[in-house]
């Protein structure tokens, strides 16, 4: 579906597609355990958000330089343009580059070599948000807040990812203020797994202004007349919630009564190398299975730009 539409829940390591994988791998004299792409994409059967995690933290082993996260950056937004993304908002996760003895600037610089030229060569605009890993401690967070402080002027907000349950939002209530003090954006993962308290919490303790995934705020009510009537957008991931099997099935998804129910959902694609899809994949299957109509289509577009981090006149250039 190509609706000039903005991606606003995308994880860049989660675009690693394995052919890439493997060049990476080879580029860098590492050997994954796998014999090819084929075997590989066997493994992409998940249980659920940590089965899915487990995976995409082994694969990121084959991003080494910036050139790396260069051609991962570049390889993403030649296909998101492809399927109408005219903007897009960039999850990275430096905790899991770090971790592993890379330095921040080599993550930053890379992304930003694909990044900074992507609208001259692309066609798409774009923001750069850090997340943190939840499963981490929250002195970790802000030890890597301190440490981005060089390439503030490269990154436009903070987000919060990674394994959810047993990590509430308020672990992280310190960071949060240090980045809003610094004049960051804040965004956070919550109501994926995670019980629809943590989506109260993400709003209430550390003032995001988007809520990831969201989903689970369907099971109190109370709390979807909240977000309607502040217009909390959230940005739903259908094709993910489906490989994680936080629906059982596409046709199960909750986003038609959620969209009939006045929330501010806008559709995007998570990691779209291992659950099946880019942005425009995500726009067709809700078409197809769920049955929404050109309008609801065109909601949810016209949703991602007023969800987006852009000002006014980017955004009316960009749709
Ligand atoms: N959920 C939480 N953390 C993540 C995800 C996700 O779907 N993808 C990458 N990190
Ligand atoms: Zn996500």
Same mark, same amino acid.
């Given at each position: ?73 570049? $390889?993403?937004? @030649?296909? +998101? #343009? =492809?399927? &109408?993304? !005219? ?86 209530? $310190?960071?949060? @203020?240090? +980045? #809003? =003090?610094? &004049?960051? !954006? ?92 880019? #942005? ?40």
């Amino acid at each position: 579906m190509s609706l000039p539409k903005a991606e606003l829940h995308l994880h860049i390591e989660g675009t690693l597609e394995p052919e890439l994988a493997f060049e990476l791998a080879t580029r860098n004299g590492l050997t994954l355990p796998y014999a090819d792409t084929d075997e590989l994409r066997e493994a992409y059967r998940f249980e659920d958000l940590q089965s899915f995690l487990n995976l995409y933290y082994e694969l990121m082993a084959v991003l080494r330089t910036e050139r790396d996260f260069e051609d991962l950056a570049n $390889e993403y937004l @030649e296909r +998101a #343009a =492809a399927q &109408g993304v !005219r903007h897009a908002e960039i999850f990275f996760d430096p905790q899991a580059h770090t971790s592993r003895g890379l330095e921040l600037g080599t993550v930053v610089e890379g992304l930003w070599r694909a990044l900074g030229d992507s609208e001259s060569r692309h066609g798409v605009s774009t923001r750069l948000i850090m997340c943190f890993l939840r499963d981490e401690s929250a002195e970790s967070a802000l030890a890597t807040l301190h440490a981005a402080k060089p390439y503030l002027d490269r990154i436009t907000g903070v987000g919060l990812d990674s394994a959810e349950v047993g990590h509430p939002p308020a672990k992280f209530r $310190e960071v949060y @203020e240090a +980045a #809003a =003090a610094l &004049g960051l !954006r804040r965004v956070a993962h919550a109501g994926e797994e995670g019980p629809p308290e943590y989506i109260t919490e993400a709003l209430d303790v550390l003032g995001v202004e988007r809520v990831d995934h969201g989903l689970r705020c369907v099971e109190d009510p109370a709390l979807v007349e909240r977000l309607v009537r502040e217009r909390v957008p959230l940005t739903l991931c259908p094709l993910s919630n489906v490989r994680l099997r936080t629906v059982d099935t596409l046709a199960d998804h909750p986003l038609p009564a959620m969209l009939d129910a006045g929330l501010m959902c806008t559709v995007h694609s998570d990691d779209p190398a291992y659950f099946g899809g880019y #942005a425009g994949d995500n726009f067709d299957a809700v078409r197809d299975t769920l049955g929404l109509s050109e309008e609801q289509l065109r909601e949810l577009a016209r949703n991602s730009f007023l969800a987006s981090f852009l000002e006014d006149d980017e955004e009316l250039r960009a749709r």
